[in-house]
């Protein structure tokens, strides 16, 4: 049960950041709020984190994995967290090797 709630985190996470990352969103939503946040006095890895969906799900499983697990302890927390964000990784870059 838990390996499914950790693939379905992962797929929602992925989608979200994605959204976040690349897409306009509902009412351009997400580019107005890239827009917003790339200014000039951003460094580089400040703006490439705009853009980067693998960077958003490495946040966004923080946030959500405690909402979609249940709670048993900072421990787990982390652990459950690094294992959306890795597999989010492994995926990410499996689909893009298969288009490039």
């Given at each position: 049960?838990?390996?499914?709630?950790?693939?379905?985190?992962?797929?929602?996470?992925?989608?979200?950041a994605?959204?976040?990352?690349?897409?306009?969103?509902?009412?351009?939503?997400?580019?107005?709020?890239?827009?917003?946040?790339?200014?000039?006095?951003?460094?580089?890895w400040?703006?490439?984190?705009?853009?980067?969906?693998?960077?958003?799900?490495?946040?966004?499983?923080?946030?959500?994995v405690?909402?979609?697990?249940?709670?048993?302890?900072?421990?787990?927390?982390?652990?459950?967290?690094?294992?959306?964000?890795?597999a989010?990784?492994?995926?990410?870059?499996?689909?893009?090797?298969?288009?490039?």
């Amino acid at each position: 049960m838990i390996l499914l709630r950790l693939a379905l985190i992962t797929l929602f996470v992925y989608r979200l950041a994605w959204e976040i990352a690349v897409k306009p969103g509902p009412g351009d939503l997400f580019s107005n709020f890239r827009r917003l946040v790339s200014t000039k006095y951003m460094l580089r890895w400040q703006e490439d984190f705009v853009i980067c969906p693998v960077c958003w799900s490495f946040v966004l499983a923080f946030v959500f994995v405690p909402v979609f697990m249940p709670w048993t302890g900072v421990r787990d927390w982390i652990l459950y967290s690094g294992a959306v964000s890795g597999a989010i990784l492994i995926i990410h870059f499996w689909l893009w090797s298969k288009h490039g």
